[in-house]
């Protein structure tokens, strides 16, 4: 199985700060890894698909970027809405789609 | 507009079995996979298995193999999730989660409510 590392676990961080979050593959997985962002209580909601590529009505100042075995998302400036638990996900390995540990984006 | 919606929560003795439902609306039931992925308290998400609505071919997660069973009705436009054998470690939130694809590219949307499965004796 593939299997995906995110770091951190935790991060804290202000409104209007840049946040990156790392995101690592236990082989190449090529462009096939999706994000989502989860609040609590609520189900998964993904924001990007093919490492980079944007859902429809998702906020440009997230972005993600990478290939291979290594992957960032990027929230440019945090809004409050953004804190959550943020999760990558790889889609290379069909139908198995595994997912990291979870980043919690936590208010300082 | 495209919705999962899921059976309500359940409270299971260890060594009982659950089964779980997603009922789909909004799209036609046959052309798209189902997955099935669980939360324990404060865990990561966990994919446990899926299956092909169109033709019911399944695929489970090796840790799960031998305990769940994913099916469908499709004239209910329903899928199914069985998790038999429960112990205090399945304890969780159970979600159904629509596989949605832009050429080569997968990914999870829609997603249920989720459904709390506790299993306490």
């Known amino acids: 199985d593939i299997q995906m590392t995110q770091s951190p676990s935790s991060l804290s961080a202000s409104v209007g700060d840049r946040v990156t979050i790392t995101c690592r593959a236990s082989?190449?997985?090529?462009?096939?890894l999706n994000w989502y962002q989860q609040k609590p209580g609520e189900a998964p909601k993904v924001l990007i698909y093919?490492?980079?590529t944007l859902q429809s009505g998702v906020p440009s100042r997230f972005s993600g970027s990478g290939s291979g075995t290594d992957f960032t998302l990027t929230i440019s400036s945090l809004q409050p809405e953004d804190f959550a638990t943020y999760y990558c996900?790889?889609?290379?390995?069909?139908?198995?789609?595994?997912f990291g540990q979870g980043t919690k984006l936590e208010i300082k | 507009q495209v919705q999962l919606v899921q059976s309500g929560a359940e409270v299971k003795r260890p060594g009982a079995s659950v089964k779980v439902s997603c009922k789909a609306s909004?799209?036609?039931?046959?052309?798209?996979?189902m997955h099935w992925v669980r939360q324990a308290p404060g865990q990561r998400l966990e994919w446990m298995g899926w299956?092909?609505?169109?033709?019911?071919?399944?695929k489970y997660s090796q840790k799960f193999q031998g305990r769940v069973t994913i099916t469908r009705d499709t004239s209910a436009s329903t899928a199914y999730m069985e998790l038999s054998s429960l112990r205090s470690e399945d304890t969780a939130v159970y979600y159904c989660?629509?596989?949605?694809?832009?050429?080569?590219?997968?990914?999870?949307?829609?997603w249920g409510q989720g459904t709390l499965v506790t299993v306490s004796a």
């Open positions: 989660a629509r596989e949605t694809t832009a050429g080569t590219w997968d990914w999870f949307d829609p």
């Open positions: 909004g799209y036609t039931f046959t052309n798209y996979a």
């Open positions: 299956i092909n609505a169109g033709n019911g071919n399944t």
């Open positions: 082989q190449s997985i090529t462009s096939y």
């Open positions: 093919d490492a980079s």
């Open positions: 996900q790889q889609s290379y390995s069909t139908p198995m789609y595994t």
